[in-house]
């Protein structure tokens, strides 16, 4: 696998990003890794092919619209080009007519021979406007194996003057002669939804109801059926609150995407977008399960040791089996009533 060291890339000359410039997402500013790519990227340093990772793909689908950016828009441009940095016309990466953009496409969201073959012919051509062509694979993990196979010759025989960022949440799904072509960079992820309208009220109700079963539910059948309609008014508005959230995280989106999408590639980034936020939400309820279950122990409740580790696998088995094309509110329903039972023993 290649690496950059943390502690540097090529020195070089060039100012800092201009002041319009895509921002870096929140959670990675000020991170080594930004730090080293810049410096890359003011030096003509830059490898020619990048693998970004990530437990959250908008977080490293935003690192890429920055790092095509000032790819795209260097900041010795405007001395070696007569450009300024606030040219009336700054396309936004994903409408830039030297950045490219491969996606799954479908409900299957894979990505196909053919499309590769398209994206693989587009950054065979000489740029339009940019000194240098962008080419960004979302989730790359997806390529089924004939277009793995085409990708991996043009990673061994890259084209000239352009750049290869290759998205992954997954990076060991990737061929191995895959993987050691390109250069690393995993991001770091804070697993959060807060961001969301109506989750904080969720994992309020949701605590709430963790401390109602706190002293054991027993045998009386109102008490239970309390409890099971809660579970089942916490999966609704689960799911709401994601399909709200995937929504507007979508309608934000749409201006740094081409305008040449098909339907099936819009599915795909739905999918792929509503995928990443319910991660962030699944993480927010382990996150609030661990603080209720240290509070218990901390008090002396030893017994709530195993009733959380053993609520906790069982999250873990079902967000495994997320991946798989488990529906989320089957995901969330199990474990719910998975902690019913066991808080039903005590």
Same mark, same amino acid.
């Given at each position: 696998?290649?690496t950059?060291?943390?502690?540097?890339?090529?020195?070089g000359?060039?100012?800092?990003p201009p002041a319009?410039?895509?921002?870096?997402?929140?959670?990675?500013?000020?991170?080594?890794?930004v730090?080293?790519i810049?410096?890359?990227?003011r030096?003509?340093?830059?490898?020619?092919s990048l693998l970004l990772?990530?437990?959250?793909?908008a977080?490293?689908?935003a690192?890429?619209?920055?790092?095509?950016?000032?790819?795209?828009y260097?900041a010795?441009?405007?001395l070696?080009?007569?450009?300024?940095?606030?040219?009336?016309?700054?396309f936004?990466?994903g409408?830039h007519?030297d950045? #490219?953009?491969l996606?799954?496409?479908?409900k299957m969201?894979q990505?196909s021979?053919?499309a590769t073959?398209?994206?693989?012919g587009r950054v065979?051509?000489?740029?339009?406007?940019?000194?240098?062509?962008?080419a960004?694979?979302?989730?790359?993990?997806?390529?089924?194996?004939?277009?793995?196979n085409? #990708?991996?010759?043009?990673l061994e025989?890259?084209p000239?003057?352009?750049t290869l960022?290759?998205?992954?949440?997954?990076p060991?799904a990737l061929?191995?002669?895959?993987r050691s072509?390109?250069l690393?960079f995993?991001f770091?992820f804070?697993?959060?939804a807060s961001d969301l309208?109506?989750?904080a009220?969720?994992l309020?109700?949701?605590?709430a109801?963790?401390?109602?079963m706190?002293?054991?539910?027993g045998?009386?059948?109102?008490v239970?059926a309390?409890?099971? #309609?809660t579970?089942y008014?916490l999966?609704a508005?689960?799911?709401?609150v994601?399909?709200?959230?995937?929504?507007?995280?979508?309608?934000?989106?749409?201006?740094?995407l081409?305008?040449?999408l098909?339907?099936?590639e819009?599915v795909a980034?739905?999918?792929?977008?509503?995928?990443?936020i319910?991660?962030r939400m #699944?993480?927010?309820?382990?996150r609030?399960?661990?603080?209720f279950?240290?509070t218990?122990l901390?008090?002396g409740?030893e017994p709530?040791r195993?009733?959380?580790?053993?609520?906790?696998?069982?999250m873990?088995?079902?967000a495994?089996?997320l991946?798989?094309?488990?529906n989320?509110?089957?995901?969330?329903e199990?474990f719910?009533l998975?902690?019913?039972?066991?808080?039903?023993?005590r």
């Amino acid at each position: 696998m290649t690496t950059l060291p943390a502690g540097g890339a090529a020195s070089g000359a060039g100012g800092a990003p201009p002041a319009n410039a895509v921002p870096w997402p929140a959670a990675l500013r000020g991170t080594t890794a930004v730090a080293v790519i810049e410096k890359a990227i003011r030096g003509n340093r830059l490898s020619h092919s990048l693998l970004l990772h990530a437990a959250d793909l908008a977080t490293i689908e935003a690192a890429a619209l920055a790092i095509a950016d000032r790819l795209l828009y260097p900041a010795s441009d405007s001395l070696e080009n007569g450009r300024t940095d606030t040219a009336p016309r700054r396309f936004p990466p994903g409408q830039h007519p030297d950045c #490219f953009a491969l996606r799954p496409a479908g409900k299957m969201r894979q990505i196909s021979a053919d499309a590769t073959r398209d994206l693989i012919g587009r950054v065979q051509v000489s740029a339009t406007l940019a000194p240098r062509k962008v080419a960004i694979l979302h989730e790359v993990d997806r390529m089924n194996l004939p277009a793995a196979n085409i #990708f991996l010759k043009t990673l061994e025989e890259p084209p000239a003057n352009t750049t290869l960022l290759l998205l992954t949440t997954r990076p060991y799904a990737l061929l191995p002669t895959i993987r050691s072509r390109v250069l690393h960079f995993r991001f770091p992820f804070a697993a959060t939804a807060s961001d969301l309208d109506g989750w904080a009220a969720w994992l309020e109700d949701y605590r709430a109801w963790l401390d109602r079963m706190a002293p054991g539910v027993g045998d009386d059948k109102q008490v239970i059926a309390d409890h099971i #309609f809660t579970i089942y008014g916490l999966v609704a508005r689960f799911g709401a609150v994601l399909a709200a959230g995937t929504a507007a995280e979508w309608n934000a989106h749409k201006h740094n995407l081409s305008v040449a999408l098909d339907d099936d590639e819009q599915v795909a980034i739905e999918t792929g977008i509503a995928n990443g936020i319910r991660l962030r939400m #699944f993480s927010d309820i382990e996150r609030v399960t661990r603080d209720f279950a240290r509070t218990r122990l901390l008090a002396g409740d030893e017994p709530t040791r195993s009733l959380f580790t053993t609520a906790i696998e069982r999250m873990e088995h079902n967000a495994r089996l997320l991946r798989l094309n488990l529906n989320e509110s089957a995901a969330l329903e199990d474990f719910l009533l998975t902690s019913l039972r066991l808080w039903g023993k005590r």
